[in-house]
C-alpha cells in the first residue's frame, strides 16, 4: 500500500481537489504560484496620497481600481525589503520615512488569500516615474472616497485617518463585493460603518 487512498471520482474529496486544481489554473494554463505576504503602501504629500489608477496590466485583480502602490514579497524579502523594492519599480522613488499601520487578510473566492502589510510614507526621494501597472496620481485624501475603490479600503482609510494604533484587519469578498469584515479578530458585518458605528468602533480600538 502507498499510504495514499485513490477518492471517487464524484466524492467530497475528489470535489474538493477538482476546485483546488481550478484555482490554481486558469484557460488550463497554471497559474502563478505566488507568495501570500504582500505589502500596500500609501506615500503622503501635502495632504495628499499617491494612488495607483489600474488601468494598464491584463487579468489584474484590481482592474479600474485605485490603490496604493506595492506587490508580492520575494524569496527571502521582509515585508520592509519588499515595500522598498516595490516603490522603486512602480515610482522611482526612495522612501526614507514609512510606518507599518497594519495586517489586511483579504479573503476572495476566485484569487485566494493575501496578507497585505499596509504602510504610510511621509518621506521620499527622487523623482515620480510613470508606472506600466496604471498611472500615478497624488489626490486630496477628502477625494479618496470618490475613487473606485475596493469597498473594504474604506475602512482602513478611515483607521489611517483616525491614526488608530496598529490593527489586524480581515476583509472577505465574493468578487468584488465585500461580504463580511473583522477587526482585531471582532466580526463587524459587511457594510462600511456608518458615523454612530464608527464612534463605537474608535473608542474600542483606542481603549477608551
Not at 23 to 32: F, N, V, Y
Not at 165 to 186: A, H, M
Request: proline residues 3%; glycine residues 8%; aromatic residues 10%.
Amino acid at each position: 500500500m502507498t499510504g495514499r487512498i485513490k477518492a471517487r471520482e464524484n466524492s467530497p474529496a475528489a470535489r474538493r481537489l477538482q476546485d483546488t486544481q481550478r484555482r490554481l489554473t486558469d484557460g488550463g494554463k497554471e497559474a502563478d504560484m505566488k507568495n501570500p505576504v504582500t505589502t500596500l503602501c500609501y506615500i503622503e504629500k501635502e495632504d495628499a496620497y499617491l494612488m495607483l489608477h489600474r488601468v494598464k496590466k491584463k487579468n489584474d485583480l484590481n482592474e479600474h481600481k485605485w490603490i496604493g502602490i506595492g506587490g508580492h514579497a520575494e524569496e527571502g524579502e521582509s515585508p520592509e525589503d519588499c515595500l522598498l523594492r516595490e516603490a522603486k519599480e512602480e515610482t522611482s522613488l526612495t522612501l526614507t520615512s514609512f510606518r507599518f499601520r497594519g495586517l489586511v487578510t483579504f479573503v476572495s473566492n476566485q484569487w485566494g488569500t493575501e496578507y497585505m502589510c499596509l504602510y504610510t510614507a511621509d518621506g521620499f526621494e527622487g523623482e515620480l516615474s510613470d508606472c506600466d501597472e496604471g498611472c500615478l496620481e497624488w489626490v486630496p485624501k477628502k477625494d479618496i472616497p470618490k475613487l473606485n475603490l475596493w469597498k473594504g479600503d474604506l475602512i482602513f482609510f478611515r483607521l489611517l485617518q483616525e491614526n488608530v494604533p496598529f490593527f489586524s484587519l480581515k476583509l472577505c469578498y465574493e468578487g468584488d463585493r465585500l461580504v463580511r469584515w473583522q477587526l482585531n479578530g471582532r466580526h463587524m458585518g459587511a457594510e462600511v460603518p456608518d458615523e454612530e458605528k464608527w464612534n463605537r468602533i474608535l473608542d474600542s480600538v483606542r481603549g477608551i
